[in-house]
Nanobody
């Protein structure tokens, strides 16, 4: 049974940082493409960042230079380091694991950026 468990969300002020973690089980983690998505109230879910099994990354334009995605295959965990947070980063953040058309999602963790 595949499980993706996100953690690390919370309430922070603009300009502060958070690190999200997503621990995976039930999959061969190292071969999966891992990604972070987010969904704000009333908006569609959008890609934030993606990391491939070779370590190459893709970022949404809105987070380039502020967010960093990384993975630790030994710990079956993907991270999202979020710096210089803005109010528009407020959303539920979801972890996704993908391999040859099979997609798995975590339950999400809330990030709220507010003064």
């Amino acid at each position: 049974q595949v499980q993706l468990v996100e953690s690390g969300g919370g309430l922070v002020q603009p300009g502060e940082s958070l690190r999200l973690s997503c621990a995976a089980s039930g999959i061969i983690f190292s071969i999966y493409v891992m990604a972070w998505y987010r969904q704000a109230p009333g908006k569609q879910r959008e890609l934030v960042a993606r990391i491939y099994k070779d370590g190459s990354t893709v970022y949404a334009d809105s987070v380039k230079g502020r967010f960093t995605i990384s993975r630790d295959n030994a710990k079956n965990t993907v991270y999202l380091q979020m710096n210089s947070l803005k109010s528009e980063d407020t959303a539920a953040y979801y972890c996704q694991a993908s391999f040859r058309g099979d997609d798995y999602w975590g339950q999400g963790t809330q990030v709220t950026v507010s003064s």
